[in-house]
């Protein structure tokens, strides 16, 4: 997938300025397909240039005038075309199972405080997917337009929770390999061992 495949899909929501598609970006594709603010604009210029969005410039009182780009007729078929092809499985690259991997020439202890860094961040992304799926799909359905959106949320709420309970576990497994009890996180944010 190319990030402008990813920038023709967000814009069959609605018409959206480069700023309003970099935000929508983060709130949504971004969870599993990252761009920086300045890539997108990057990518809009060149799917304007392939004729795949068009941009109309807004005239605005006492601010600089901004475009508003829209999905052409060549972008849809351009999306059509690349949601034809077959996915790509994506690969994991990740330095601490490459770390765990060598787990009898490490240090234990900053292992330990990455795994709870991580354990932290996945719960957090799960909290978000929660609040997201049950803010847009209150009754758990979706109108068909909104159904892969609805897929997505809850495959981001899976993938977290799988990854929280592997953190969990790793932290049991090096907990004993060093002899310290169940490590929780404190309240405040900061961590401590009981044992």
Excluded at 95 to 105: K, P, S
Excluded at 135 to 144: H, L, M
Excluded at 156 to 178: I, K, N, Q
Aim: proline fraction near 5%.
């Amino acid at each position: 997938m190319a990030l402008g495949d990813a920038i023709l899909a967000c814009l069959t929501e609605r018409p959206m300025t480069g700023y309003e598609l970099a935000k929508t970006f983060d709130a949504s594709i971004g969870f599993f397909w990252k761009a920086d603010h300045q890539q997108i604009y990057r990518e809009l210029s060149r799917l304007r240039d392939k004729g795949h969005v068009q941009g109309r410039e807004v005239v605005q009182s006492g601010k600089p005038n901004k475009l508003v780009y829209t999905l052409t007729a060549e972008g849809r078929a351009a999306l059509k075309h690349w949601a034809a092809r077959p996915s790509v499985p994506p690969s994991i690259k990740d330095d601490l199972l490459v770390r765990l991997y060598a787990l009898d020439c490490v240090d234990i202890e900053p292992l330990r405080t990455d795994l709870m860094a991580r354990l932290e961040h996945h719960r957090d992304r799960y909290e978000r997917y929660e609040r997201l799926l049950n803010k847009r799909f209150p009754d758990g359905t979706a109108p068909a337009a909104d159904v892969g959106k609805m897929l997505s949320l809850r495959l981001g709420m899976r993938h977290e929770r799988v990854v929280v309970e592997w953190c969990e576990e790793a932290l049991d497994a090096l907990s004993a390999m060093s002899g310290r009890g169940n490590v929780t996180p404190l309240d405040d944010g900061k961590r401590e061992s009981n044992g």
